[in-house]
């Protein structure tokens, strides 16, 4: 059986490959998936502008000079050698632009983790899939799979971002600028940034896209990205989801000492140069699995699992009414959603779902 795969020129992001690979027999301890589907979004471009520096490209290692970018996604166990996860077990994770992946798998409370050699310096909850029997947050239905998919590992990012601003009051800000506005990680931040008392909720996008952004409950007030000048100089955080040196630089120069906190998320802009940062604090990176487990261990699995679940569960409601899902089959399907998506054709109220089987 052959198993395609879609597979990005680590130099070029923007150039894909796809290639079919023979399916071994299993080793002891090993499961075969097959990935139903997974989405496909500006959070993918991210995985591969940070590949080398956060070790992405190595979830999943193949040849020198391409690789194989994680996404976030619903696969089923459809071979395995591993007494303790027998065939038919369906499983959210993060998974290859694939057909189907092996993995060398050991049974974890909520399903699986991946203990190939490869995995061990990896982040735990990279190396997790959750069993949709055991997942707190799981909504069955194709639709609510689908916004699954595409929102919950963003909506988390931004969930525990605002809860890490929130532990030092948002460093006195009156107001937090969101660079990327349009984005779903961006979304999700807003709207928990927006419970907070006293903080306006600046929103900061493409010109193109200020009406879509505008329609957002969390915004307090929109601007593009040529009209930074028009935000208010008082005392201010920002988290920057797109990665645009230069949006950032003049963020930082508008607001020179009112700025309290610059944090960087996301890589969106991935052909922007980078910039000099002269005045205010210097830029923060914001990793959301090492907060995933600070969280769990401060707050108590259960604790942590009543706020997410109830938070997420909202918001992935609340997305019908912004957020209009579209599916792509077949490999081919998935290498023109890539370029859709590396390019930004792909409107901020569409989230595309990508399954490589023709079939799905």
């Known amino acids: ?7 990005v020129n680590r130099a070029d992001h923007g150039q894909t490959r796809l290639i079919d690979e023979d399916l071994t027999d299993l080793e002891p301890g090993q499961v075969r998936l097959r990935i139903d589907r997974f989405a496909l979004t500006a959070n993918n471009i991210t995985y591969a502008v940070a590949g080398d520096m956060l070790g992405y490209w190595d979830f999943f290692p193949t040849d020198d000079g391409w690789g194989r970018v994680p996404a976030m ?3 089923d166990i459809i071979e395995s050698t591993n007494p303790d996860l027998p065939e038919g077990g369906r499983y959210y994770g993060w998974f290859p632009m694939a057909q189907y992946a092996t993995i060398t798998a050991t049974k974890v409370r909520e399903g699986l983790r ?12 990279y190396r997790s899939c959750v069993d949709v029997q055991h997942d707190p947050w799981y909504e069955a239905g194709l639709d609510a799979e689908d916004r699954h998919a595409l929102l919950r590992g963003l909506f988390l990012t931004g969930f525990l971002a605002d809860e890490f601003f929130a ?16 984005s779903k990680t961006a979304i999700g931040f807003a709207q928990r940034a927006a419970t907070r008392d006293g903080l306006s909720i600046i929103a900061v996008t493409s010109a193109e896209n200020c009406d879509f952004v505008a329609g957002l409950d969390p915004y307090g007030q929109v601007v593009s990205y040529d009209e930074i000048d028009s935000i208010a100089q008082v005392p201010s955080v920002l988290i920057d989801m797109a990665g645009n040196g230069g949006v950032r630089a003049a963020v930082h120069e ?9 944090m960087t998320v996301g890589m969106s802009h991935h052909g922007s140069p980078p910039a000099e940062i002269t005045t205010g604090p210097t830029p923060q990176m914001f990793f ?4 995933v487990a600070r969280r769990g261990k401060e707050w108590g699995a259960q604790e942590y699992g009543a706020r997410t679940t109830e938070a997420l569960i909202e918001f992935v409601a609340a997305s019908r009414a912004w957020l209009t899902v579209e599916g ?9 959603t890539w370029a859709a998506v590396y ?5 901020p109220s569409v989230g595309r779902i990508v399954s490589l089987h023709d079939d799905a």
Do not use: T
């Open 167 to 182: 532990d030092d009051q948002y460093f006195g800000a009156e107001q937090v600028i969101v660079l990327s506005a349009s």
């Open 73 to 75: 996604g619903w696969a």
């Open 288 to 291: 959301a699995p090492r907060e």
């Open 343 to 347: 390019d930004g054709e792909v409107a």
């Open 114 to 125: 991946d203990d190939g050699d490869h995995r061990v310096a990896h982040a735990a909850v």
């Open 328 to 336: 792509r089959h077949g490999p081919e399907g998935a290498q023109q």
């Open 1 to 7: 059986m052959k198993n395609s795969i879609l597979e």
């Open 254 to 262: 508008h607001l020179q000492n009112d700025l309290r906190y610059s």
